[in-house]
């Protein structure tokens, strides 16, 4: 990768970082569903914006409208929030670590409904080592007690299911349409999907909760975490491909760790740490460079 791909890889992964310690405040103003409607909403609205002055316009297709939405559903509306649930309970760290199964669940779904993602050894070695270093992040007595924590756990992996999912179906149902598009596209239509369950759910959003604190929350998450972040991943996608962005789910949960550290003095376990060294080698494993580059320096000694 180019030095400016580098670059672009560590500020994505600091602002991805850094929306699991947005949500664990976010979530202290307004419940989980009413948090990831603003997210959404003022995230779309900031690309549309963006669209607007740049005088492009989005697909009239009901084709990629119907599409989009099950893409909003997958990527968006279920995911953040069983996140933003589960981060009621569990620490930004933990969460981003635990949303690291992402990869690792996407490589069993993609060997299933993608014919040209075929699950080779390497990859089925790794997963099963990443899956080992779930089950060390969680605690190997998790399943023996249920409780609230254990529960905000389970609610992330489900999360990072429901990610992996939505990449399975963006390959294989929205590839003719540009990506830019689907992401303004997805959290458009997320906005509209998510208002009745909001609804329903919490009532018809506070305003009072719009203090200066929570604005910079919204701001972090929403513009940053959310608009600028899918800017930036297209960027490195174009730059340095698919596989070097697998990179980002290794170097996220460093600097959501970081910052629970800095600005929480909220600190991860031993067993919770040496979890996640297990679960970042399951997932250099599946990226198969690591692996070529180690036989490549065998093969030329």
Same mark, same amino acid.
């Given at each position: 990768m180019s030095n400016k791909a580098w670059l672009l890889l560590l500020f994505l992964s600091l602002i991805w970082g850094s929306s699991f310690y947005f949500i664990g405040e976010g979530v202290k103003s307004v419940p989980p569903l009413t948090l990831v409607f603003y997210r959404i909403f003022f995230a779309g609205l900031a690309l549309y914006l963006v669209f607007l002055w740049l005088r492009r316009r989005l697909p009239k297709k009901l084709d990629f409208w119907i599409k989009v939405a099950v893409m909003a559903l997958l990527n968006n509306i279920i995911p953040f929030t069983l996140i933003a649930w589960g981060q009621q309970t569990i620490s930004g760290g933990l969460a981003s670590i635990l949303n690291s199964n992402t990869a690792f669940a996407a490589v069993f779904l993609a060997a299933i409904f993608i014919p040209s993602e075929k699950l080779g050894i390497r990859r089925i070695i790794g997963t099963l080592i990443g899956i080992c270093g779930v089950t060390l992040v969680t605690g190997f007595d998790v399943l023996k007690e249920i409780t609230l924590t254990s529960l905000s756990q389970l609610a992330v992996l489900l999360a990072s299911i429901s990610y992996a999912l939505g990449s399975v179906w963006g390959q294989t149902q929205l590839f003719v349409y540009d990506p830019k598009d689907i992401a303004c596209g997805t959290l458009l239509i997320g906005s509209l999907i998510s208002v009745p369950f909001v609804i329903l759910t919490n009532g018809i959003p506070n305003? !009072?909760?719009?203090? #200066?604190?929570?604005?910079?929350?919204?701001?972090?998450?929403?513009?940053?975490?959310? !608009?600028?972040? @899918?800017?930036? @991943?297209?960027?490195?996608?174009? #730059?340095?491909? !698919? !596989?070097?962005?697998?990179?980002?789910?290794?170097?996220?949960?460093v600097f959501a760790i970081l910052l629970d550290v800095i600005l929480l003095q909220k600190w991860i376990s031993l067993q919770i740490f040496l979890g996640f060294i297990v679960i970042s080698f399951g997932l250099l494993l599946i990226d198969g460079r690591l692996l070529w580059a180690i036989l490549k320096k065998l093969k030329s000694k």
């Open positions: 305003l !009072a909760a719009f203090d #200066l604190k929570f604005i910079l929350i919204l701001f972090g998450l929403s513009i940053a975490g959310t !608009a600028v972040a @899918y800017i930036v @991943y297209f960027r490195i996608l174009e #730059l340095a491909g !698919a !596989a070097n962005l697998m990179l980002v789910t290794i170097i996220v949960p």
